[in-house]
């Protein structure tokens, strides 16, 4: 029986403090920031404030359960959607 990932591939679950990280990288500047820009906005429509480190050529995420105390539905779902803004940079 194949079970699956309670979160979207190629993210890590934290235990402390709860919490799903991923580092995208992308070709160059103009990439990374058209991927920012598009994480700014899914932002705004959510309400979820992922922490967010970047350099030049690639952006780390990490997001929270909105209610702190664990990786909700909310954070898994910011994820796969922060997977295809990704995904749409990529292309």
Same mark, same amino acid.
């Given at each position: ?26 070709? %160059? ?19 979820? %404030? ?16 909105? %209610?702190?105390?664990?990786? %909700? ?19």
């Amino acid at each position: 029986m194949t079970t699956e990932p309670r979160w979207p591939e190629g993210w890590t679950e934290v235990e402390r403090p709860p919490s799903l990280y991923r580092r995208f990288e992308f070709a %160059d500047y103009s990439e990374t920031r058209a991927f920012l820009n598009r994480l700014a906005s899914l932002s705004k429509e959510t309400g979820l %404030d992922p922490d967010l480190s970047f350099t030049r050529t690639h952006v780390t995420v990490t997001v929270y359960g909105a %209610d702190g105390a664990t990786v %909700d539905a909310e954070a898994r779902e910011f994820a796969a959607r922060a997977e295809a803004i990704a995904t749409l940079e990529a292309a």
